[in-house]
């Protein structure tokens, strides 16, 4: 039932950033090729999926939600297409396609982030959300969220060996839960509060959120290992606490963030769902 | 007169900077000294002072323009930042210090220009300026505008020797409207709109905003020559009409620019000193 709901919210969202986006053939072309040749790469729309359903459990409409959502996933794109830069993670292949630079190339791709964030603001802004959630996203994705967590992966890893476990522990988190974990939560958040949420539904979706990304990242981590992909000496949860340990932290994040829907009743069904999906999700 | 009013109004803009970026000492440390590094490397604020001018001619009060103007300040800074990379411009210096890549590395830089792109809009946000505003400057910087014409320059510099006269003039005359104009334009267009002026106000400062930026390029070009920076063949307004051909077009810009300064009578004598100066500076 999951799956279904899932797999039909992306193709609202995939039909929206479409509209979203510039068409490729408006000058010059080859940027507007790149935006879309990164947006329409096989990504899950998890995040804008999250927008949809947070604005939905507080009783927004969904046509009212749509363009925030998008303009989430144009960030979360903007942000690979930097990491993937040879000065950042190098990373040749993403979604078994070349990545931005690799297919267009480096300068193509510094700029086609820049435009899809600028984009994603633009959006915003089009559509008249409140001061207040274009405020909450972008700090989510700034220094003190998705690219000061970026920084920090940076710094850390250089002197990961000399840390003690504790000191680990701490960067690792700090990491996760500003890398990935600032857009996931501001997802939840911001769609609560285009649906003008009262604060206390705000906050547990925040929560939700929050536990669901660490969780989502852990699982990752995993998934990694068991792929070969990854390694245990690496800056990763399985590094520090085994692949029994991280399962048994992601199940204790997952039941907390279930938790935090209780104030919802049955309308959260979805998002208990999706809780327990990436818990237990296999790729 | 002029000149001890745009250090004076510089100095301002510097002081509102200081509060708008975080502090060096705020985790992640290396970003923010490279995001300050950046801004506080001796340019020359006309971006911003253009935002306060557009402003009191129309009767704003300044408190309430200062975060536009640095936004706007931050975004102009970010663009430097990202077209220094060795990918882009592969510059090494830039006001006579280490760009920014080079002074901490190539991941930093790509991170701090997007950091001072995200904490302009967050900025802008913060401070409850309206949607319209936003989206203009948002629009302003995409690739419909700033962005676009980074690219351009890109694409366009390739083929450009197989062009014709009148193709070069057209490919040039988009690169400086679209990668300088652009920003100078929305200077002008935000700091009216933030004052609340009537629609043909706002139309009378982008159209001085229009030809002051293009004007100020063809300058650039010429000092570039006069410096020995430039060649004749390069993508250059000197490089298709020579320097005197040049130095026509630029004065035309200027008096239409001037032109437009008449609705608002006394009140514009800045701008209007501004435009002569642009004209005729010699650096």
Redesign the interface.
Known sequence: MLKGYLSKKAKIIDKALNKCL?LKS???K???EA?RYSVFSGGKRLRPILVLMANDVCGGEQKDVLPLACSIEMIHN?SLI?DD?P??DNDEYRRGKLTC?RRF???????A???L???A??I???Y??S??I??EV??A????GM??G???E??EQESLHTKTDKKKEEAINYVHLHKTGALIKVCLKAGAMAAKAPKRKVKALENYGQNLGLAFQITDDILDIKQDKGVFGDFTYTGIYGINGSREIAFGLIEQAKEELKVFGRKAKMLNQLADFVAKRKK
Chains 1, 2 share one sequence.
């Not at 190339?105 to 700029?111: D, F, S």
């Not at 994705?141 to 003190?144: D, K, L, P, S």
């Open positions: 510039p408006q000058y010059p080859v940027i507007h935006m903007y930097h830069l000065a950042m630079h190339n480096e300068a193509i791709a510094v700029l982030g820049d435009a964030l600028t984009r603001f633009e915003m802004a089009n008249g959300y001061s207040n274009i405020s972008a700090k994705i700034g220094t003190e690219v000061g970026q920084v920090a940076l710094v």
